[in-house]
């Protein structure tokens, strides 16, 4: 960032209205150019003067103080922002590999399927639908009864 840019954002980082990826070029910025510092630190300094003029409050002891936890505290809040990315990131991958794990199962289970009906029609075994799988239960059933119910011989 040059340093003009850095004095058309001071009043914005100030009044914190800049998004995160332009508070972390301006902080960068700030850290390494002196002059831009200082002009922060002068900015700073009258623009919270003013405010608190306006408010009728107590002029504060040590602007820069307080201007060096605003500043911690959006490296602060930029670490955090940067860990719950590569959180979110981190989650997303373990999904997709477990979706790709998933699917990879359930493809090779029905390729196994059918190629165990593939042989059985080569080798000629015919399968058994469920309906004739049912069919055949229910006859066998049918015929254990009449065989352990035998008519009695009337004499």
């Known amino acids: 960032m040059e340093c003009k840019r850095a004095m058309e954002l001071m009043t914005q ?6 998004d995160a990826e332009d508070v972390q070029a301006f902080l960068d910025h700030i850290d390494s150019c002196p002059e831009c510092r200082e002009e922060l630190e002068v900015t700073y300094s009258l623009m919270t003067a003013m405010k ?6 107590d002029l504060s002891d040590n602007y820069i103080e307080e201007l060096n936890q605003k500043i911690e505290t959006c490296y602060l809040d930029e670490l955090k922002r940067k860990r719950s990315c590569i959180r979110r990131r981190i989650v997303l991958g373990v999904v997709v590999v477990l979706l790709v794990l998933q699917s990879g199962i359930t493809i090779k289970e029905a390729r196994q399927e059918e190629d165990k009906r593939f042989f ?36």
């Open 120 to 155: 059985r029609m080569i080798a000629g075994v015919e399968e058994e639908t469920e309906q004739e799988d049912e069919d055949r239960i229910s006859l066998e059933q049918e015929e254990d009864r009449e065989e352990n119910s035998e008519p009695e011989d009337k004499e």
């Open 52 to 57: 608190q003029l306006d408010e009728d409050t």
């Open 13 to 18: 980082f100030i009044n914190e209205q800049l």
